[in-house]
């Protein structure tokens, strides 16, 4: 298993799990092709993944709470153009906090027990300690925010296409 000091955020990672060793938060990163653990929180790879990607935390929730209306557990677009959109289990102040890629989520199900399991993209399957109904909850709020981010992202695309075309037939 790999160790790191640092960790951004891409495409490939699918989630987050915290775990203490030595008295330190670490993070268990789940990628499509394999697991690397980081000696950071999952919260300060969020934090540094946002700013790797030009925006602040505060800034990524400020939006969140100004698109879909939620401040409470947000979900945050890490980087909305490749799709990277992670939102907690719990509270993000919570220590046993997980961040999951809405990306990578194929399926999930209720498990005795106040649990759901999730399988992900890659066919790997996990249990965590949230309800069926919180889970479901927040996969759908981010489904929302990335919807609306993407509809925002393509009017501008096609507001630019259809300013250049402009542009073209003024030089014709």
């Given at each position: 298993?790999?160790?790191?000091?640092?960790?951004?955020?891409?495409?490939?990672?699918?989630?987050?799990?915290?775990?203490?060793?030595?008295k330190?938060?670490?993070?268990?990163?789940?990628?499509?092709?394999?697991?690397?653990?980081?000696?950071?929180?999952?919260?300060?790879?969020?934090?540094q993944?946002?700013?790797y990607?030009?925006?602040?935390?505060?800034?990524?929730?400020?939006?969140?709470?100004?698109?879909?209306?939620?401040?409470?557990?947000?979900?945050?677009?890490?980087?909305?153009t490749?799709?990277?959109?992670?939102?907690?289990?719990?509270?993000?102040?919570n220590?046993?906090?997980?961040?999951?890629?809405?990306?990578?989520?194929?399926?999930?199900?209720?498990?005795?027990?106040?649990?759901?399991?999730?399988?992900?993209?890659?066919?790997?399957s996990?249990?965590?300690?949230?309800?069926?109904?919180?889970?479901?909850?927040?996969?759908?709020?981010?489904?929302?925010?990335?919807?609306?981010?993407?509809e925002?992202?393509?009017?501008?695309?096609?507001?630019?296409?259809?300013?250049?075309?402009?542009?073209?037939?003024?030089?014709?």
């Open positions: 298993m790999l160790i790191v000091e640092h960790l951004h955020l891409t495409r490939y990672t699918m989630g987050l799990f915290p775990f203490f060793y030595d330190h938060l670490w993070t268990k990163a789940l990628e499509e092709d394999g697991e690397i653990v980081v000696k950071q929180s999952p919260m300060d790879i969020i934090e993944s946002c700013l990607y030009g925006a602040s935390l505060r800034g990524r929730k400020d939006g969140s709470k100004h698109i879909i209306g939620t401040s409470h557990k947000a979900p945050i677009a890490v980087e909305p490749n799709e990277i959109f992670f939102f907690p289990t719990i509270s993000p102040t220590p046993q906090c997980i961040w999951l890629s809405h990306l990578h989520i194929r399926h999930h199900e209720h498990v005795q027990g106040g649990k759901t399991r999730i399988t992900f993209s890659n066919g790997t996990v249990e965590i300690c949230i309800s069926h109904h919180s889970f479901v909850n927040q996969l759908h709020r981010t489904a929302q925010l990335r919807t609306k981010m993407s925002r992202i393509e009017a501008r695309e096609r507001k630019m296409m259809y300013l250049l075309y402009l542009r073209e037939r003024e030089w014709s």
